[in-house]
């Protein structure tokens, strides 16, 4: 799907990793849920996706139909049920992830960020994830951006 540059995007960072098996169920309950995601019976052009392993991104191009208040509560409610059926925490935003010296992915609290940040195993070069964005736009762009380009920098002084 071909989405506008003003798209909204939500973003969801689990405070685990899907195995591969719950990807793929979460990829096709997506894609259940967005072709099926509606404001004021009006169809969203939406989409949803598994990133990373880790992150669930739900995006709606509003240049067809705005996503209201229900509609914004239906797809909160659907990411509260895979909490519920994966048992894990999609709203904990004192989660956060980085990229290490390997490029792999990590995840570690707001306090372990804090550390490893004092320690030097993380410096202002690391990419985290910013996971605050609102548009397409910002998340094609700076999604990954590095610590001194992101509001993690305000965590570490």
């Given amino acids: ?4 540059p003003q798209s909204k995007v939500w973003i969801y ?3 685990r990793f899907f195995t591969t ?3 793929e169920n979460i990829n096709c309950e997506l894609a259940d849920f967005t072709q099926q995601w509606t404001a004021h019976n009006q169809q ?13 991104v739900l995006i709606v191009d509003e240049t067809q139909a705005n996503a209201s208040g229900c509609s914004i509560d239906k797809s909160v409610r659907f990411i ?9 925490s999609l709203f904990d935003r004192f989660q956060i992830a980085y990229l290490n010296n390997q490029h792999q992915v990590k995840i570690t609290d707001r306090e372990g960020f804090i550390n490893l940040f004092n320690e030097g195993k993380i410096d202002d070069f690391t990419n985290v994830f910013n996971n605050v964005l609102q548009t397409k736009q910002d998340f094609d762009q700076n999604w ?3 610590v001194e380009n992101s ?3 305000m965590l570490v002084g």
């Fill in 80 to 88: 509260k049920d895979i909490e519920q059926r994966y048992g894990v």
């Fill in 13 to 15: 960072q689990s405070n």
């Fill in 151 to 153: 509001w993690h920098r």
């Fill in 144 to 146: 990954i951006v590095p």
């Fill in 21 to 23: 098996n719950e990807v």
């Fill in 1 to 4: 799907m071909d989405f506008s």
């Fill in 44 to 56: 969203l052009n939406a989409n949803g996706q598994v990133y990373y392993a880790l992150f669930i």
